[in-house]
Each structure stands twice: as C-alpha cells, then as structure tokens.
C-alpha cells in the first residue's frame, strides 16, 4: 500500500536536545495528522492539522501543514525521556472514507 | 483515557483456528472503523474500511475471505482472522472515527501469534 516518505528513520539524542522530523509526500492532502506509538500500544494523535500553512502547538510539539499540501513537520522541543517512541504522520485525503495514509516512521530515542 | 477498546489484547492459538478481535468506540458512535496491521518495525498497513451496517471495503491484496469484519453496531467492530497461519502473526490495530471530525483513533492493538 501507498506509505508517505518520513524522515529521519531513527534520532538518538540527549535530554533537552530539540528534534525536528518530516513527513513528504506526492500526494495533496487535506489533513496532516501526527501520532505517537509506544511499544505494544496503539498509535496516540498528537497533533491535527486542517489547513495549508497552519502552524499548531500542542505543550512542547509544533507541528506544521505544508504550503504545497504535500509535505508537514513535526517539532518537539526540550525532549525529556518519555518522548521516546515511535512517531508517525499521517495523511487523510477526505471524502467519504476518511482513510489514513501513514508515514514510515521516525524511531526516537532519548538518552537522560 | 482511552476511548476505543481493543480486545484481547494479545492471543496464541494454533494454526488452523479461528481468532476473532473486538474494537469498540467507548464515547461515541463510529459509523466507520478501521483494521491495520503492523509488522515488526514497520509503519501501519490498512487492511479495510469498517462501514456500520454494510459490507467492509478491504485494500488490494488484503483476502476478504480469510478477514472476516462485521460492524454490527456504531459503537462495534470485529476482525475474524480465519484458519490462521503462522504468516498471519502481527500486530493488529483498530480506529474509530468520531463523527463530524474525520480523526481516527486508535485502539492498543492485539498481538496474535499462530503456532
């Protein structure tokens, strides 16, 4: 199935250290969704986003909707240990199914 | 807390049997669910759109005869893996859309391992 392009694959950083990750694709979407996954667990949404160019906070995460609609990122700033984890975007085109195209994934690890 | 429920939450069996998984929206009515697998260290795969009161809608590739879902209410989903095979062990995930918003979310996933 259709996946959109998400990097980095994986960051390995210090406590306190800002993390920047993002997602493209060759697809418009209407939203951009960013969730988080522990192990073991489904993925929790972090933050949505609904228009081009929109720029949203949500505690320490920002998270931006591309100009082009084909493209967002995901800030997190002063990590602390219990940001690690697996973070996906998402894409949604819309209509009638409201399906979900997800990202790769961007493995974090964050050293105390 | 969580607010789709997702059940078991891991299950062994032999192959050859059936296992069947519960998603279930707690507070509020989903008229659309969703079924994902998730292999080790891979991204989210969707299986089929959970239509309540119809027929599912499965993605290319994904056998409507051996994933068996029923969405008999808005607030239930269940995915029936049928005649597992070891090749069928995965991590599968449900979501739930709140309507008149268009957001999924998600259910902590059932881990199935077939023998």
């Known amino acids: 199935g259709q996946q959109l392009n998400q990097s980095p694959q994986s960051m390995f950083i210090q406590e306190g250290e800002d993390v920047s990750m ?9 939203t951009w969704l960013w969730y988080k996954q522990d192990p ?18 949500n505690g320490r995460l920002t998270a931006q909707f591309g100009i082009t609609r084909k493209d967002s990122f995901l800030n997190i700033s002063a ?3 219990s940001d690690v984890g697996i973070y996906f975007c998402a894409g949604q ?16 690890a964050v050293q105390p | 807390g969580a607010v ?13 049997t059936s296992v069947k998984i519960e998603c279930r929206s707690l507070d509020f009515q989903a008229t659309t669910m969703f079924w994902y ?14 239509n309540e009161g119809s027929k599912a809608t499965y993605e290319q ?12 209410s ?9 005649s597992a095979h070891p090749e069928d062990s995965s991590f599968y995930i449900c979501s739930a859309t709140r309507q008149g918003t268009g957001i999924q979310y998600f259910g902590a996933g059932t881990r199935l391992s077939v023998l």
């Open chain 1, 22 to 30: 993002n997602c493209t694709s060759s697809s418009i979407f209407n």
């Open chain 1, 79 to 81: 990590s602390i240990p």
């Open chain 1, 93 to 108: 085109s819309g209509g009638a199914t409201n399906k979900l195209i997800f990202g790769t994934g961007t493995l974090l």
């Open chain 2, 61 to 72: 590739g994904v056998e409507k005869d051996k994933f068996l879902i029923n969405h008999a």
């Open chain 1, 40 to 57: 073991g667990e489904g993925p929790v949404l972090l933050i949505a986003l609904y228009k081009a160019g929109e720029l949203t906070s």
């Open chain 2, 37 to 50: 697998r998730q292999f080790p260290k891979q991204s989210l795969m969707l299986m089929a759109t959970s």
């Open chain 2, 74 to 82: 808005l607030t239930l989903s269940t995915l029936t893996v049928t």
């Open chain 2, 4 to 16: 789709v429920s997702q059940h078991p939450s891991r299950v062994i069996c032999k192959s050859g």
